[in-house]
């Protein structure tokens, strides 16, 4: 993996004061490229991601991603000291994210009009169910109702049952969005000097992400219907079961890809065929085309398969797994995978840094590390506390 050595928001400050997915998500977006993170945990529990999925010797594994290259602290928001405290982070910080229900931070008096009297240039990214607005903004949300709030379930799965998604796809889906709106009201800083507040709803970023149904409702009155693994845009795409077991990914989105597939598969006929003679009459007798095809795929052992793909010039990919990827030379060959070493865990791997950039890569320099690891390097140096302040502080269940 490339090294950086100048990031894009190098020199950039944000206070992440949100748990779970979709803001420590955010956060590391943006460390990923040089910002630096200071995160925010509750001295006794910490984020509740730590508890989240699976564990190695206690460890939460999800948390060690989510987290990494951020500097951690622990504090205790609901002490009056606390969110003293938090203020003063903040007003040393470009940018706060926090995913707490609307309305809290503000009982705490670190809303954005608090905080942007101290520093006017301030960002603050607010992260909840809902959004700050709206008849439903009071209400607590998870990723799980915004993926059936947004549209995304009612279309996923087949006709007997809507499909929530096997991960965080709304936290994920915001999160990306998030850190987008950052960086855009980091831009405008830039030219105006004045800071800004970031509203997102979990639902929002997967409602935009949906495609067409929208424009489609409103013009034709269509509403779309679960079609398992087809799509609603072309034909042929769905998965296949190869000889041996294995299964494929098949996509022909356009006239000449279906042709190549077609040719491919010594199923030229099908391209003379009156019911596949466009993109269109080919949707509506996707189940027969399929059918053609799916015998043809079939006969033969998956990497058989994937021969013919190649030498038709037509697009197909295996189903993978995890231990799939992890054994597969592209994802080698790009590096897709780091390998970090760990103060709990000896030496972790994990997804590496993307977006790739060829003047200024990401690069991940720590996995997430123990609650409260840089206590004393933040607000001692950032804060100016003392030893004695910080002791006064864990004994009084500020800090931990």
């Known amino acids: 993996m490339l090294e950086a050595t100048t990031r894009p928001l190098d020199g950039v400050r944000v206070l992440d004061l949100s748990n779970l997915l979709a803001g420590p998500m955010t956060t590391m977006f943006l460390a990923d490229f040089g910002a630096d993170v200071i995160k925010v945990e509750h001295p006794e529990h910490?984020?509740?991601?730590?508890?989240?999925?699976?564990?190695k010797d206690d460890v939460g594994l999800y948390f060690k991603v989510l987290n990494r290259n951020k500097r951690l602290v622990s504090l205790n928001l609901s002490r009056t000291r606390g969110r003293e405290l938090a203020a003063e982070l903040a007003a040393g910080c470009d940018v706060v994210v926090e995913a707490f229900r609307p309305g809290t931070m503000a009982r705490w008096g670190l809303d954005y009009a608090t905080l942007s009297e101290r520093n006017p240039g301030l960002i603050m990214a607010h992260i909840s169910g809902y959004g700050q607005t709206g008849p439903l903004s009071h209400r607590p949300?998870?990723?799980?109702?915004?993926?059936?709030?947004?549209?995304?379930?009612?279309?996923?799965?087949?006709?007997?049952?809507?499909?929530l998604p096997p991960f965080g796809l709304a936290d994920a889906s915001t999160a990306i969005f998030t850190a987008f709106g950052i960086v855009l009201a980091l831009r405008q800083r830039d030219r105006t000097g004045d800071g800004q507040e970031l509203d997102a709803a979990l639902y929002e970023g997967l409602f935009t992400l949906l495609g067409p149904h929208v424009i489609d409702y409103d013009q034709l009155g269509i509403v779309a219907r679960r079609e398992g693994s087809r799509l609603a845009f072309v034909s042929p795409r769905n998965t296949f079961q190869t000889a041996d077991g294995e299964w494929i990914a098949i996509a022909g989105s356009t006239q000449a890809t279906f042709e190549r597939l077609a040719r491919g598969f010594g199923r030229g006929h099908l391209i003379d065929d009156p019911r596949f003679a466009t993109n269109r009459l080919r949707m509506e007798h996707a189940e027969e085309l399929e059918a053609e095809l799916g015998e043809a795929?079939?006969?033969?052992?998956?990497?058989?398969?994937?021969?013919?793909?190649?030498?038709?010039?037509?697009?197909?990919?295996?189903?993978?797994?995890?231990?799939?990827?992890?054994?597969?030379?592209?994802?080698?060959?790009?590096?897709?995978?780091?390998?970090?070493?760990?103060?709990?865990?000896?030496?972790?791997?994990?997804?590496?840094?993307?977006?790739?950039?060829?003047?200024?890569?990401?690069?991940?320099?720590?996995?997430?590390?123990?609650?409260?690891?840089?206590?004393?390097?933040?607000?001692?140096?950032?804060?100016?506390?003392?030893?004695?302040?910080?002791?006064?502080?864990?004994?009084?269940?500020?800090?931990?």
């Open 297 to 400: 795929i079939a006969a033969a052992p998956l990497e058989e398969v994937l021969r013919i793909l190649d030498e038709a010039g037509a697009p197909g990919g295996p189903v993978l797994d995890a231990a799939g990827i992890f054994a597969h030379p592209h994802y080698a060959a790009r590096e897709n995978i780091v390998t970090l070493e760990d103060e709990e865990l000896r030496q972790v791997r994990m997804q590496a840094v993307a977006p790739r950039l060829s003047r200024s890569p990401g690069c991940i320099e720590h996995p997430g590390r123990q609650r409260g690891a840089d206590n004393a390097a933040v607000y001692g140096d950032l804060l100016g506390l003392s030893a004695a302040e910080l002791e006064a502080l864990r004994a009084d269940g500020v800090i931990s």
């Open 46 to 55: 910490g984020d509740e991601l730590r508890g989240w999925g699976h564990s």
């Open 141 to 163: 949300g998870f990723g799980t109702i915004a993926e059936a709030f947004s549209g995304f379930a009612a279309i996923t799965g087949y006709e007997d049952a809507p499909l």
